[in-house]
Nanobody, 122 residues
């Protein structure tokens, strides 16, 4: 099982990045996918999520209107489009897969990626 994030980097405030998380080794279409982030000295927080079929999404209040989560089940990849980035978005971003067949989720049956660094700075 692998979740491999990519797309992080250094960007100026107001800029954009698109993160990708490529999955392998499990039935991607049966898993809800989430993006989390962890800034230095802070707890990991949930940023955005999408259900297994890509019908429903959720966002933490601080990123609503700026971030968009999407998934391509044919490519076994989930994306996080981040626009209007702010310095407070600086963090390591992780993707998480949670087993949720037919939208019934089983906490504990989950996988995590290794994370990708996003730094927003001028």
């Amino acid at each position: 099982v692998q979740l491999v994030e990519s797309g992080g980097g250094l960007v100026q405030p107001g800029g954009s990045l698109r993160l990708s998380c490529a999955a392998s080794g499990f039935t991607f279409r049966s898993y809800a996918m989430n993006w989390y982030r962890q800034a230095p000295g802070k707890e990991r927080e949930s940023v955005a999520g999408v259900n297994s079929a890509g019908e429903f999404t959720k966002y933490v209040e601080s990123v609503k209107g700026r971030f968009t989560i999407s998934r391509d089940n044919s490519k076994k990849t989930v994306y996080l489009q981040m626009n209007s980035l702010k310095s407070e978005d600086t963090a390591v971003y992780y993707c998480q897969a949670v087993y949720c067949p037919d939208n019934v989720c089983y906490p504990g049956r989950e996988y995590w990626g290794q994370g990708t660094q996003v730094t927003v700075s001028s």
